[in-house]
C-alpha cells in the first residue's frame, strides 16, 4: 500500500509543479486553488507512503519521479524543449528510482 500511497504523492507532486506555473505568482484564483490542495495531498499522501517506506527511498523517489514528470507535462503543457541533457537526466533519475526500489527489498 505503501507504493500506492506514494504513486499517488508523485501526481499531486507533478500537479503542484504545473499548476505553480499556471498561477502567475499566485494571481489567478483556480489555479492557486489547485496547488495549494496538490501541495497538501502530496504532502499527506507521501507521509502515508514514509510509515512503511525508509524516508531516503520514499522523498527521493517523489521528488525524482515528481521532476521527470513535471519535465515532460511541462513540455506537453507549456512547450518546454526537452533537450539531450534533459532526456539523459531523465534517464539517470528512473534508474536511481528503480535501484532504490530493488535496494529497498519492498
Do not use: C, Q
Not at 27 to 44: E, Q, R, Y
Not at 67 to 95: C, D, M, N, Q, W
Amino acid at each position: 500500500m505503501a507504493w500506492i500511497f506514494l504513486a499517488i504523492a508523485v501526481v499531486f507532486e507533478i500537479v503542484f509543479a504545473l499548476g505553480t506555473n499556471a498561477t502567475h505568482g499566485f494571481t489567478k484564483l483556480w489555479p492557486s486553488v489547485l496547488t495549494l490542495v496538490a501541495a497538501a495531498g502530496g504532502i499527506f499522501t507521501l507521509s502515508l507512503a514514509l510509515r512503511t517506506l525508509d524516508v531516503s527511498v520514499g522523498y527521493t523517489i517523489w521528488t525524482g519521479l515528481g521532476s521527470v514528470g513535471t519535465v515532460v507535462l511541462g513540455a506537453v503543457l507549456y512547450k518546454e524543449r526537452i533537450t539531450l541533457p534533459k532526456l539523459l537526466s531523465f534517464a539517470a533519475i528512473i534508474a536511481g528510482a528503480v535501484t532504490l526500489k530493488l535496494a529497498s527489498g519492498l
